[in-house]
């Protein structure tokens, strides 16, 4: 596609629940991130993969969280048994830069509310 | 820890003119900082990339400039247009992993005809 597509666009679910979150990343893009989105907060790093490297996790906030990319392409981040501060939106970025400083192109988001 | 301020009050301005927002950074001085826009409902759009070593970045009406003394970076955007109204997001790169940024809170901007 031209761009990073996520679905879905938004989710509401029981606290409690699974949810999975989808992104499509623009072809041939190496390097993806997610990010999620607060209100009053600033994008908060979750998880980078680069190619074949082992994913950076680092940004995970509890184990409930998870995340993979299949075939170097689509990734799913997986939130189990969520919890009401979870509710944010999960932005995923893709980006064709290996080292850092490359520009990061953003998907619309997934809402997400847990109630 | 690592910190990046942006004006949280939200900047007014007349049509035509030029808006000024500033980005602060502290305890880290950052290769990079980057700039993006993000309008209501979506996800973030890249403007431009300043480096440490370039004191001044401009594209079409858009200016950067970065200034490592005063740990400070100032985003221009001159004859401003209300087309222009959206939120702007500084980031700059990690001290301990320039793949991850670390990203203001933004500032909103409205351009009123």
């Known amino acids: 596609g031209a761009g990073v597509s996520q679905s879905p666009s938004n989710k509401v679910t029981e606290k409690g629940k699974d949810v999975e979150l989808r992104c499509d990343p623009i072809s041939g893009h190496t390097a993806l991130y997610w990010y999620r989105q607060s209100l009053g907060q600033g994008l908060e790093f979750l998880i980078y993969?680069?190619?074949?490297?082992?994913?950076?996790k680092s940004g995970l906030p509890s184990d409930r969280f998870s995340a993979e990319r299949t075939g170097g392409s689509v990734s799913t981040l997986t939130i189990q048994r969520t919890q009401q501060e979870d509710s944010a939106v999960y932005l995923c970025?893709?980006?064709?830069?290996?080292?850092?400083?490359?520009?990061?192109?953003f998907g619309e988001g997934s809402r997400l509310t847990v109630l | 820890s690592q910190k990046i301020e942006q004006n949280s009050e939200a900047l007014n301005i007349q049509e035509g003119k030029t808006a000024t927002l500033t980005c602060n950074y502290t305890?880290?001085?950052?290769?990079?900082l980057q700039w993006y826009r993000q309008d209501p409902g979506r996800g973030p759009v890249f403007l431009l990339l300043i480096r440490e070593n370039e004191k001044e970045k401009r594209k079409e009406r858009l200016k950067v400039t970065f200034d490592t003394t005063l740990k400070q970076s100032l985003f221009h955007i001159t004859a401003s247009q209300p087309a222009d109204s959206a939120t702007y997001l500084c980031?700059?790169?990690?001290?301990?992993?320039?793949?991850?940024?670390?990203w203001g809170l933004g500032t909103s901007l409205a351009v009123n005809p």
């Open positions: 980031a700059q790169a990690n001290a301990g992993n320039n793949r991850k940024l670390i």
């Open positions: 993969f680069q190619g074949n490297s082992a994913p950076d």
């Open positions: 305890n880290y001085s950052p290769a990079y």
């Open positions: 970025a893709s980006s064709p830069t290996i080292a850092g400083a490359g520009e990061l192109f």
